[in-house]
């Protein structure tokens, strides 16, 4: 089977772009990987130790540009009679897998978390991390949008050619206006470990504990939505069934009952610690491990624990 | 300023998930439908808000049975001004995208807005579409959108940061959150709702390309274990030597 993989990378390659190679090459087949970003070519070929035969690049396409990106990505299916193409779910993909859909008329998965099964069926989470699912493609061509985080990256081969390829993809009609990078924040949906509060800390003055143990662990921090919504935290730090789905290595929490919206978005995550003055907190029930006691108390406790911990070679 | 905004049911966030039939079907007992709280919250409330400073008419569409008008009124009721239902079981995405696009083609409008993805399925997959089948450029999950003229500017949440981003009209933007707060809908708003025009429109001729083949429900967590408060330590040397996660 010819795959295709598209993966857009900035500054070096982003572990996701790592993960959806490794898994086009679990599922078996011939992969180009189509790219778009501005990596450079060294770094591109090394794809190749994933299982990569060839990387072509576009570099003029606009990634912001869902239409031109289509294009693109069109053409090197046809170019390559790519059968299946798979993206890492990520905002990108968010906009241009769906069109690329319509375009092929190729079935699309999104958010798959394994390789396809006997039967060629994916499974995906649905309702918000409730349930799975097994999701049939009744088309020819298929895309898959791989969940990031499902599958770690394995080296088994070395470096591939590199070639310039033009994706005839027209001109950029969405155009970048601005950026801001806020300088030291660890963003949260890549984020392997987060530490995460809710009301129980009764107020946005208190966050330096909360903080404190983030930086400590070199942890994003998050928090629940009511906490968003009177204005303690911003926004993006919302997580849940109706802000972000998060799915980190480690995940703990103060001062949050542990809602079943909360819940929602956070069910992935491998390991939970929760935190709360209250035996009876719902959240104690979908934890690995969990501390009845003060968050006030607790966090500074725990923060020096980790500064300990690190403190000392391992 | 003609704004569409898509809708779509999605099952109460605080339902039972359960499936019949051989875990292949959704088991419907005993669960509220509500709108999607994506497209309700965000898509129509931001739309009701553009409509409100530049003037114009906001219309919601679904694709669903005749069940679903409880929702359309929902959604009329916080302030739409006409619906459309087309009359139809929305099988997958592309079903639903196709049917969508179809209608929105010969009625004309500046902006179609959708949620980022139901709560459901978590897809994240109509608004693509509908933009692919109507060759409109698209914005998805966009935090914030104002209309300045025909020129649209959205933020984005990119990794580390936000990206400020500028289309024309018409335009498709799938919404996240920071985009508009909730509106509880008024008495007057219920009153309303009950007699604005709601067309139902006949289905096109459309194949869908995926289904669920069945279902799961994920193995029970084991038990938690209990740390002492004052023993820290003891927690970050199992988080290192059991769980292995730092
Ligand atoms: C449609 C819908 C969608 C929703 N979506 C989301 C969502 O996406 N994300 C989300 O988070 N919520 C969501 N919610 C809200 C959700 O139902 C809960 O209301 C919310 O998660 C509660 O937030 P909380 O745990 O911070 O606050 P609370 O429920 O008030 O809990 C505070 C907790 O802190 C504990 N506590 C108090 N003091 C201390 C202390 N000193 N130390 C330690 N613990 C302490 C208490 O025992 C309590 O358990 C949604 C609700 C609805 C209806």
Redesign the interface.
């Known amino acids: 089977m010819n795959i295709l993989v598209y993966i857009n990378s900035s500054n070096h390659l982003a572990k996701s772009a790592l993960e959806a190679v490794t898994y086009a090459k679990k599922i078996g087949g011939t992969i180009t990987v189509v790219a778009t970003g501005s990596v450079d070519d060294a770094t591109l070929g090394t794809l190749g130790e994933y299982g990569a035969q060839k990387v072509l690049v576009d570099r003029s396409v606009a990634t912001e540009d869902s239409q031109q990106v289509t294009r693109l990505i069109a053409k090197a299916a046809e170019s390559t009679g790519a059968e299946l193409i798979v993206f890492s779910h990520d905002l990108v993909a968010k906009a241009v897998a769906p069109r690329l859909s319509v375009r092929l008329k190729a079935g699309l998965v999104s958010g798959a978390v394994d390789v396809p099964n006997a039967s060629g069926q994916v499974k995906v989470n649905v309702f918000s991390g409730k349930a799975f699912g097994f999701v049939e493609v009744k088309s020819a061509k298929k895309i898959i949008s791989l969940l990031p985080n499902s599958f770690q990256p394995e080296k088994t081969g070395s470096a591939c050619p590199v070639e310039a390829f033009d994706g005839a993809a027209g001109t950029a009609v969405i155009k970048v206006v601005e950026t801001k990078m806020p300088e030291g924040e660890i963003p949260l949906p890549e984020a392997e470990l987060v530490v995460s509060a809710g009301r129980g800390l009764k107020g946005p003055e208190n966050w330096g504990i909360v903080e404190d143990l983030a930086k400590a662990l070199g942890a994003a921090t998050a928090c629940s939505r009511p906490v968003a919504d009177i204005g303690w935290r911003p926004h993006h730090e919302h997580v849940g069934q109706t802000g972000v789905a998060i799915r980190p290595n480690l995940y703990i929490a103060a001062g949050i009952s542990g809602a079943i919206q909360h819940l929602a978005g956070v069910n992935g995550s491998k390991v939970i610690v929760v935190i709360n003055t209250d035996p009876e907190a719902p959240f104690f029930k979908a934890a690995d491990y969990g501390v009845v006691g003060d968050a006030f108390d607790v966090l500074p406790k725990l923060t020096e624990a980790v500064k300990k911990f690190r403190s000392t070679p391992h | 300023m003609k704004i569409l905004v898509c809708i779509s049911k999605s099952?109460d966030?605080?339902s039972k998930?359960a499936?019949t039939d051989g875990n292949k079907q959704f088991d419907e007992n005993g669960v509220q439908y509500i709108v999607n709280?994506?497209d309700e919250?965000y898509a129509l409330v931001r739309g009701l808000e553009l409509k409100e400073t530049l003037g114009g008419n906001l219309t919601i569409i679904t694709v669903g049975n005749a069940a679903d008008e409880a929702i359309i009124r929902k959604a009329l009721a916080i302030g739409a001004d006409d619906a459309v239902r087309i009359d139809a079981d929305p099988k997958?995405?592309?079903f639903t995208?196709?049917q969508i696009a179809e209608y929105a083609k010969s009625n004309g409008f500046d902006l179609i807005l959708t949620g980022?993805e139901t709560?459901?399925?978590?897809?994240?997959?109509?608004?693509?579409?509908i933009?692919?089948?109507m060759d409109l450029?698209?914005?998805?999950?966009a935090?914030k959108l104002d209309i300045n003229g025909t020129t649209a500017?959205m933020e984005?949440?990119?990794?580390?940061?936000?990206?400020?981003?500028?289309?024309?009209l018409p335009l498709v933007v799938?919404c996240a959150?920071?985009m508009a707060e909730q509106r509880i809908p008024n008495m007057r708003g219920i009153m309303a709702a009950r007699t604005k025009p709601l067309t139902v429109v006949a289905p096109s001729a459309t194949?869908?390309?995926?289904?669920?083949?069945?279902?799961?429900?994920?193995a029970p967590?084991?038990a938690?274990?209990?740390?002492?408060?004052?023993n820290?330590?003891e927690?970050?040397?199992?988080?290192?030597n059991e769980?292995k996660?730092?």
Not at chain 2, 121 to 129: I, K, L, P, T
Not at chain 2, 224 to 230: A, G, H, L, Q, T
Not at chain 2, 235 to 240: N, T
């Open positions: 099952p966030t605080t998930i499936f709280p994506y919250w997958d995405a592309y995208a196709i980022k709560i459901n399925y978590n897809g994240s997959q109509v608004a693509g579409m933009a692919e089948a450029p698209f914005v998805s999950l935090t500017r984005q949440e990119i990794v580390g940061g936000v990206q400020v981003v500028e289309a024309n799938s959150k920071g194949e869908e390309l995926t289904a669920y083949a069945e279902y799961g429900l994920p967590k084991s938690v274990k209990m740390i002492d408060p004052n820290m330590d927690l970050v040397a199992l988080l290192h769980a996660v730092i």
